[in-house]
């Protein structure tokens, strides 16, 4: 199995910006889609971004569109996201996940992905 462990969460202010790193485990990392989602006090876990194994497609949530980047470094193992005037809505703990089963066209679904990190908190205050 794989483990994924993600870094880079923080409190910062609205506008301000983030950069969250998942490392991962492994050696079949670059055929993995991988995906970041986020979970709120009381909200289900939702999908935020994802990445086909090569990089060459990626697809966002329409609430962070614009503003967070989703990238791979195949060579490091590591999947990245970049996140840009932040909104105090987007609070919540953000985990990353790979998708082993994945084609071209990445998943933005939460039930497809087959291993999970532990996550790590973002809070964004106004």
């Known amino acids: 199995q794989v483990q994924l462990l993600e870094s880079g969460g923080g409190s910062v202010q ?11 485990s492994g050696r079949t990392f670059s055929i993995y889609a ?3 989602f986020r979970q709120g006090p009381g909200k289900e876990r939702e999908f935020v971004a994802t990445i086909n194994y090569s990089g060459s497609r990626t697809y966002y949530a329409d609430s962070v569109k614009g503003r967070f980047t989703i990238s791979r470094d195949n060579a490091k193992n590591t999947v990245y996201l970049q996140m840009n ?7 919540a703990v953000y985990y990353c996940a790979a998708d082993r089963r994945s084609g071209v066209v990445p998943t933005q679904q939460v039930s ?3 291993y999970w990190g532990q996550g790590t908190q973002v809070t964004v205050s106004s």
């Open 34 to 36: 991988m995906g970041w």
């Open 112 to 114: 497809e992905y087959d």
């Open 14 to 24: 609205s506008g301000g910006s983030l950069k969250l790193s998942c490392a991962a």
């Open 85 to 91: 005037s932040l909104k105090p809505e987007d609070t």
